[in-house]
């Protein structure tokens, strides 16, 4: 989901959901909130990253990138077996 508004009297946030068949607002209640700034995953410029991104180098910032992990951990599971 991704915030699109913050109520701060009411303490909620609105959301609209990312999926493309379910683009709809939402509202989250909340008792404390932290706001910070996002970032971009940092590879330090090192050569091959990009290339081989899913394969043998993962990130962990997206929900798919927990997906390709939990993918080739089974994956190695299988070929041991």
Not at 22 to 44: A, R
């Given at each position: 989901?991704?915030?699109?508004?913050?109520?701060?009297?009411?303490?909620?946030v609105?959301?609209?959901?990312?999926?493309?068949?379910?683009?709809?607002?939402?509202?989250?209640?909340?008792?404390?909130?932290?706001?910070?700034c996002?970032?971009?995953?940092?590879?330090?410029?090192?050569p091959?990253?990009?290339?081989?991104?899913?394969?043998?180098?993962?990130?962990?910032?997206?929900?798919?990138?927990?997906?390709?992990?939990?993918?080739?951990?089974?994956?190695?599971?299988?070929?041991?077996?």
């Amino acid at each position: 989901a991704k915030a699109t508004s913050v109520d701060f009297g009411n303490r909620e946030v609105t959301c609209r959901s990312i999926f493309e068949h379910e683009k709809h607002d939402f509202k989250v209640h909340y008792d404390y909130l932290v706001v910070s700034c996002g970032s971009k995953t940092n590879t330090f410029r090192t050569p091959g990253i990009s290339e081989r991104e899913g394969q043998e180098v993962f990130f962990l910032k997206h929900l798919y990138h927990s997906r390709q992990i939990r993918n080739r951990i089974v994956e190695c599971f299988e070929r041991a077996a």
